[in-house]
């Protein structure tokens, strides 16, 4: 199939009658279907003729028709936070006198955490004194030297008030699973699997400078990754097939999720432990509570040690679930692999999946920096929206800050003239289609996952960066590779016509990212991904460019 091109035919070729049936069509006339245009009341009526091969009929309000951009149909959302801590501060009066009671053994428990810490980092740093080759399996003496801080993470667990933890079933040998996967709650879960299976574990590469667990976790051969490069996730997969491939490497320890959760449900998982083909040993923890939620959810570390040091005991399970193995006569894909081990987790947690992902992670973190009331309302299970729109975790922080700064409701709702206000425009007609596109409820307000997904709708359509192309090309008239506001005002008076000279200088602004008093293409195209929905205002300038 050819590239798609605004000035390419719109109907494939693949799609036209067999050439036997267009030869005897010759002669007959070609219809024609008419592009209709309204902008603020004017009606334009396009025909291109056989310029473009076939032509639209465009009757509705949609202001990105020109893009090939139909409505679009809100992805179904859940009311689930699985990152929510449900004990975030203490409440009641039996906790307040267990921390009372607790405070003397809290103290005992310290120095023990403390000594502990020291004798496994000190192990370990003996164990790793003199090792160059850390790209090979780490030989024997070293390992077993590590038996030490193994059972000082042992020690670590006891003080944190896990005198017993329950396990159902068994670690399968590591020649039959290779590869570990678990759903990921608290960080008491690496201090477990470290002990109680000494993998090697895929970790972000800013734990390296934390003190003592980079040390401890370099001992583990840790496999880094950036999760925002492809060249990291690459090359992390590499060393996973690498090292899951070897029987002198421990197993590979992965926690598919990306981040933690509250446990009451999962999240969507990441392909790293999957595409390598080897089999998997799922394993679920559980923290059963009652007044005290383990999870590492909206709750700083600090106080997560406090409360757990406060406790009598802290209940915690593990159970290894059966090995999932690869289909191999289908030659089963990796998504379909870990769909399979996720509904696996899932069950047995008697629990859902949802489509959640670590980018609602930083949405939450987001909302959190700008004091919203509700954080929660942010989330827009990200895995969905970036398998439909590939659009990345980071472009939907950054539209969540354009989002906030539009001023939303103690629910998370912004108004028609909140969301007219930031993106500079005048009340008008086109400026009412532009909010009317997004309301897909007609409810004369907006979430932010409304906003999310039109401007993602808008910003991924196949069209979109010629179309900018195209803009850009008919408001600089003189073709001196820059717009001037006297061009940007003209260009803009065809689409909102009556543009005071102050609405214009203020979208100028927005538009001149650089402030040097012109607008550059790189100025002009930046704006338009940040706000891919001011792309409308340029369609009188697109279509002339297709329909000079």
Same mark, same amino acid.
């Given at each position: 199939m050819s590239d798609q091109s605004i000035f390419a035919p719109l109907l494939p070729s693949d799609h036209l009658p067999p050439k036997s049936d267009r030869d005897d069509q010759e002669h007959a006339p070609e219809p024609h279907v008419i592009l209709t245009v309204e902008h603020d009341g004017v009606r334009h009526q396009l025909s291109n003729g056989d310029h473009m091969g076939t032509h639209i009929s465009e009757v509705d309000d949609n202001p990105y028709a020109f893009l090939g951009a139909n409505r679009f149909d809100m992805p179904g959302s859940t009311t689930v936070d699985p990152f929510r801590n449900n004990t975030p501060t203490v409440e009641g009066v039996y906790e !307040?006198? /267990?921390?009372?009671v607790c #405070?003397?053994? %809290? #103290?005992?428990? =310290?120095? *023990?955490?403390? #000594?502990a810490l020291m004798v496994g980092y000190l192990a370990t740093r003996t164990a790793l004194l003199g090792w160059k080759d850390r790209s090979s399996p780490m030989p024997k003496w070293r390992t077993r030297l590590m038996c030490i801080t193994r059972m000082s993470a042992r020690t670590? =667990? $006891?003080? $944190? @008030?896990?005198? !017993?933890?329950?396990r159902k079933g068994k670690p399968a040998p590591r020649e039959i699973a290779p590869v570990v996967v678990s759903n990921h709650v608290s960080y008491i879960d690496p201090i477990f699997f470290f002990y109680e299976l000494f993998p090697t574990i895929v970790a972000s590469e800013s734990h390296d400078s934390m003190p003592f667990v980079g040390t401890i976790i370099r001992a583990m051969q840790v496999i880094y990754v950036n999760r925002f490069s492809p060249t990291s996730r690459k090359h992390a997969i590499n060393e996973i097939k690498r090292k899951a491939s070897c029987d002198q490497f421990p197993r590979v320890l992965l926690f598919p999720e990306g981040t933690t959760t509250n446990g009451r449900s999962i999240i969507s998982f990441q392909l790293g432990a999957f595409i390598p083909g080897y089999p998997i040993q799922p394993v679920i923890v559980r923290y059963p509570h009652v007044h005290f939620d383990q999870s590492w @959810?909206?709750?700083? *570390? +600090?106080m997560l040690m406090f409360r757990m040091f406060t406790q009598f005991h802290n209940f915690m399970e593990v159970e290894y679930l059966p090995v999932i193995t690869p289909h191999e006569n289908r030659k089963e894909s990796a998504a379909r692999l870990a769909q399979r081990t996720g509904h696996a987790v899932a069950t047995a947690l008697n629990v859902v999946q949802t489509s959640h992902s670590y980018g609602d992670v930083l949405l939450l973190s987001k909302a959190l920096e700008a004091n919203q009331e509700n954080p929660s309302l942010y989330l827009v299970e990200m895995a969905g929206i970036e398998a439909e729109?590939?659009?990345?975790? =980071?472009? +939907?922080v950054d539209f969540l800050d354009v989002f906030l700064s539009m001023n939303p409701d103690s629910r998370g709702q912004v108004e028609i003239h909140? $969301? *007219?206000?930031? #993106?500079? *425009? /005048?009340?008008? %007609?086109?400026?009412? /289609?532009? $909010? @009317?596109f997004i309301d897909v409820q007609k409810s004369g307000k907006i979430t932010f996952k409304q906003f999310l997904v039109g401007s993602a709708h808008v910003l991924k359509q196949p069209l979109f960066h010629q179309a900018c192309e195209s803009a850009f %090309? +008919?408001?600089?008239g003189d073709g001196k590779n820059c717009i001037l506001e006297k061009e940007f005002g003209d260009s803009l008076m065809l689409s909102i016509p009556g543009l005071s000279n102050n609405e214009i200088g203020e979208l100028f602004t927005l538009f001149d990212i650089d402030c040097d008093g012109k607008?550059? /293409?790189?100025?002009f195209i930046g704006c338009l991904r940040r706000y891919p929905l001011l792309i409308a205002l340029f369609s009188p300038c697109v279509l002339q460019q297709i329909c000079p």
């Open positions: !307040w006198l /267990k921390i009372v #405070l003397p053994i %809290t #103290l005992v428990r =310290l120095v *023990l955490f403390g #000594l670590i =667990l $006891f003080s $944190f @008030g896990y005198q !017993w933890i329950r @959810g909206n709750v700083s *570390l +600090a729109f590939h659009l990345s975790s =980071l472009e +939907a909140h $969301f *007219l206000k930031v #993106l500079r *425009l /005048k009340p008008s %007609t086109l400026s009412e /289609k532009i $909010f @009317g %090309t +008919a408001c600089d607008i550059s /293409k790189d100025d």
